[in-house]
């Protein structure tokens, strides 16, 4: 599906819905669908959408993980690890 056919308005989409559900289960991707000539909603298959939500996730971690570093909660990898064995030394 090329960009341009990607955009709809709701007017099609109340008409052709599942006929938008199938191609967006054979051709992964996103629908935007417009209200009143705005873009109003996104309409995605299934795997675009747990990917998008995987990759937020990643993002939210990356984000936490720099904000940690900068305010000095870190430690050195070798203290890290040592660490990490203490704590694991007897969970069977």
Known sequence: MKLSERIKPISYLK???AK???ELSARRGTV????NGQARAVVQDIDTYEQT???LAMLKLL???QSSAE???H???KKAFSDLTARTKDIP
């Open 20 to 22: 938008i559900i199938n």
């Open 15 to 17: 008409a052709h819905t």
């Open 75 to 77: 430690k050195p990898l």
């Open 32 to 35: 935007v669908i417009t209200q």
């Open 63 to 65: 984000a936490q993980s």
């Open 71 to 73: 305010a000095g909660k």
């Open 53 to 55: 939500q995987e990759s």
